[in-house]
């Protein structure tokens, strides 16, 4: 999937942040993903970065105030974040969020089947009559769940992995790797990674990474932008493009070798440069 | 939230002629008491009991506490519809309109394959019955409570407004004068019926009043669970549902009793359960509040046995409209009794839950154990949860836990599940099932399928 931003200015919603004010927080940010392309974007904390993945992924907290996000063509500066997820777009979070009480197959299930729009739905006033139909296996949703089994084996997620409540209880990694689950059943095309590798340790940043490989090279056409703080994640993928944020801009690209210069030398030259 | 579904979709609000063999006049007096008394061909003692019950309840007030009742005409309801002559086993032999009422709501299906046994009551009785004959062979008996009455009418004397006497409330005064239908089971000491009995309670007419009367008896050592589901049409004006349902589960006996209410939003639903508990017994209430105008249902053990234990869980489902006042009772009779109240509710679309509970630990009823535990997610602003929680301890050496909260959807939360395709809606509701999943678990697989569709299309017509 090819993604475009330009100039994109983003505020927090004073809807959702009632008495804090607008606070700009994206500035005018400039990014350009083409399809099966890999790009890295590194940056000190409170650059923007989490806020870019965020508003790439329509979270109603963000007001987009200027410029475009355009994926494929179209704009999708007005998309709800499910309209989004239903063009290709994924979003791994930094921090994921636990829903109690729903497996983690159903979160899945529904993610997977997005608007069926053929559902019988029962109504008010109706009895608690089993309808033996949904009883029976959906043929396709079995073979669902094997692929969902067999990623969930190579990530080492547990055998009742399926069946624990979602992320309740999760460790920072099976928070992470569950993430990475996710996002190879659904198979999206474009994918943003949000500090995927933050609270890995060297085990879990392998199994992570090799599993970020295997996607891209098994969805050649999917587009992939990874947010970091670290580089290290660099050393086990190769990155077409490495860019780094500073104060609400992406103020420097360049190619693989410049996430060593910032593994060298920190961030502080980009820091002082923006402002 | 009647007013937020399309009218398309609500085709399990039909209703359909009536055909009734008996409509008694409306409103209340000694003469509709005797009459039905007289049409059922009852022994003296029951008419007697329904009269001094009528008594009772014009004297009784109505209640002041929980939910606005005020609307309630007692005057404008029918007390008791005969729907046919006699009661049926084969299903061919149902009156057309009876016939497809229940086929369109799927019952015969399900009896096929998931039940012991079957009680259909139409309006004010009975109209099909079966019963595999295995468990009949065993002793059990599974029939409707006017059947018993005329079968068993010793079992029935003995046990009959033993628990719940007509002085109890209003409504089970009511329910004493006016009662018909019902479900009688009896479980001989040592039988595990291992799948469930239940029974369907459809009002048709328009104001309507149900009054039927369950009595179960678990004898020693033996098992049951028992389910009933409850519906009625859509109508401009108010039904009106009073049950009352007594339980003896006896030494060491267990019974599971699993409602699952869903009745339309014009009905008053206003029911007292109430088990007593003998030594080392154990009573589980699965009480599902979903439909209803108003309800009222407070599913009540009574701890009266050492080691008895008591469970209550209650779920409860306000939508526009509507009033779920539930929870439950414990008492705790006798020492080294435990028990467990778990309630979740949810409102939305300005509808009202109230948890309402009560805890009583006597004087020596030592080394007590009890668990309360309330949940409530409020979804939207226009919204109400409440909770009335009462403990009376008089004992000390007593284990006691209570917890309660309260709780919206997060902003995150809904995002989360956004960012993978969901809509609000689907959201929501996923949010909401997963809510009430430690109950919802509690049910046979094929009510907690159906359950949470239902909750999705309460979400569906009230998010967003």
């Known amino acids: 999937m090819n993604l475009q931003i330009k100039n994109l200015k983003v505020n927090t919603s004073t809807k959702l942040s009632a008495g804090v004010g607008d606070k700009e927080i994206l500035k005018g940010v400039n990014l350009e993903v083409g399809g099966g392309q890999v790009h890295v974007v590194m940056g000190p904390n409170g650059s923007g970065k989490s806020t870019l993945a965020q508003v790439i992924a329509g979270h109603p907290f963000y007001k987009i105030v200027g410029g475009s996000i355009v994926v494929d063509g179209k704009n999708i500066n007005k998309l709800s974040p499910d309209k989004r997820a239903k063009l290709g777009i994924f979003l791994g979070f930094q921090n994921p969020i636990e829903i109690p009480g729903v497996s983690v197959f159903n979160v899945m299930r529904k993610a997977i089947q997005g608007t069926s729009k053929n559902r019988k739905t029962p109504v008010k006033g109706q009895a608690f009559v089993p309808d033996l139909s949904k009883l029976r296996p959906d043929l396709k949703l079995s073979e669902f769940r094997q692929q969902l089994l067999e990623h969930a084996s190579s990530l080492k997620l547990s055998n009742d992995h399926l069946s624990r409540s979602f992320n309740e209880g999760f460790s920072g990694g099976e928070k992470k790797r569950n993430e990475i689950l996710q996002m190879l059943a659904l198979s999206p095309k474009l994918v943003i990674l949000d500090e995927i590798d933050s609270g890995l340790d060297v085990d879990g940043l392998k199994l992570v990474a090799g599993a970020i490989k295997k996607f891209a090279h098994t969805n050649r056409r999917s587009s992939l932008v990874i947010i970091t703080h670290y580089a290290r994640i660099l050393k086990y993928i190769k990155a077409d493009f490495v860019h780094v944020m500073a104060d609400g801009r992406i103020v420097k690209s360049g190619k693989q070798k410049l996430a060593s210069e910032i593994e060298e030398k920190g961030y502080e030259k980009w820091q002082t440069q923006s402002q | ?464």
């Open chain 2, 1 to 464: 939230m009647a007013d937020a579904i399309p009218v398309t979709d609500y085709k399990y609000g039909f209703s359909k002629p009536e055909n009734y063999v008996f409509k008694s006049k409306k409103g209340l007096d000694v003469g509709v008491v005797e009459e039905i008394s007289s049409m059922k061909g009852e022994p003296e003692w029951m008419r007697d009991l329904r009269i001094k019950a009528l008594g009772i309840f014009e004297k009784k007030k109505m209640p002041s506490w929980g939910a606005d009742l005020s609307s309630i005409n007692f005057d404008d309801i029918y007390y008791y519809i005969k729907p046919t002559d006699n009661q049926k086993s084969d299903w061919r032999d149902l009156p057309k309109e009876i016939k497809d009422t229940y086929d369109a709501i799927g019952i015969p299906e399900a009896e096929r394959n998931l039940l012991a046994g079957v009680t259909a009551q139409y309006e004010s009785e009975a109209v099909y019955h079966s019963f595999q004959k295995k468990w009949e062979d065993m002793g059990v008996i599974f029939c409707d409570m006017d059947t018993a009455l005329r079968k068993y009418p010793d079992i029935v004397k003995s046990y009959f407004g033993r628990s719940i006497p007509a002085a109890d409330n209003k409504f089970a005064a009511l329910n004493s004068a006016v009662w018909s239908g019902g479900s009688f089971i009896y479980v001989p000491p040592g039988i595990k019926v291992d799948i469930p009995l239940q029974a369907y309670f459809r009002i048709n007419a328009a104001n309507m009043g149900q009054f039927e009367r369950t009595l179960i008896i678990v004898d020693e050592g033996a098992y049951v669970h028992y389910v009933e589901g409850c519906t009625a049409p859509v109508y401009s004006t108010d039904s009106l549902h009073a049950a009352v349902v007594e339980i003896f589960v006896k030494k060491g006996a267990r019974c599971r009793y699993t409602t699952i209410q869903n009745w339309s939003n014009n009905v008053y639903n206003l029911v007292t359960k109430r088990a007593f508990v003998e030594e080392d017994g154990v009573m589980e209430w699965v009480d599902g509040n979903l439909g209803s105008k108003i309800t009222m249902k407070y599913p009540s053990c009574y701890l009266v046995g050492r080691g008895a234990r008591g469970e209550i869980l209650s779920l409860a489902l306000a939508g526009s409209g509507q009033c779920q006042d539930a929870g439950g009772k414990l008492m705790f009779l006798a020492p080294d009794t435990s028990g467990e109240i778990i309630s979740k509710s949810v409102s939305v679309g300005s509808g009202r839950t109230s948890y309402r509970g009560l805890v009583k630990i006597i004087k020596n009823a030592e080394r007590v154990k009890c668990n309360v535990r309330c949940d409530a997610l409020v979804i939207d602003e226009k919204s109400r949860s409440d909770t009335y929680p009462t403990m009376e301890v008089a004992e000390d050496n007593v284990q006691i836990g209570h917890e309660a909260s309260v709780s919206r959807i997060g902003e995150e939360q809904l995002f989360y599940l956004m960012s993978r395709g969901l809509t609000e809606v689907e959201a929501t509701s996923l949010i909401v099932n997963g809510f009430i999943e430690p109950i919802v678990k509690e049910l046979p697989l094929e009510y907690a399928v159906e359950l949470n569709r239902l909750i999705n299309l309460s979400m569906e017509g009230s998010v967003g």
